[in-house]
C-alpha cells in the first residue's frame, strides 16, 4: 500500500523512495527469481513493491531498483 502512488516520473527521478540495490547486501536480501527475463522482472517488481519505501516519497534517493521498476512499467 506505501507504493501504490509512486509514479513513474518518481522512479525516473529517484524519488520513488526504492531501495537502492547498490550493494552486495542489498541483492543478498532478494528471492530466488525464475522463468523468462520479463517473469523475472515481473517477480522482481512484486517482491520490491510489496516492502515499504526505503526512504520517504518524494526525497532523492539513488536506486537501481526504481530503475528495473520502471523498466517493467514501460514493458
Do not use: C
Amino acid at each position: 500500500p506505501a507504493t501504490r502512488k509512486i509514479t513513474l516520473a518518481q522512479l525516473l527521478s529517484n524519488t520513488g523512495g526504492i531501495a537502492a540495490f547498490t550493494s552486495d547486501e542489498e541483492a543478498r536480501t532478494m528471492p530466488a527469481l525464475s522463468g523468462t527475463p520479463s517473469q523475472r522482472r515481473a517477480q522482481f517488481a512484486r517482491w520490491i513493491l510489496a516492502r515499504p519505501p526505503a526512504k520517504p516519497v518524494g526525497k532523492f534517493h539513488y536506486s537501481n531498483a526504481g530503475f528495473a521498476l520502471a523498466a517493467a512499467m514501460l514493458e
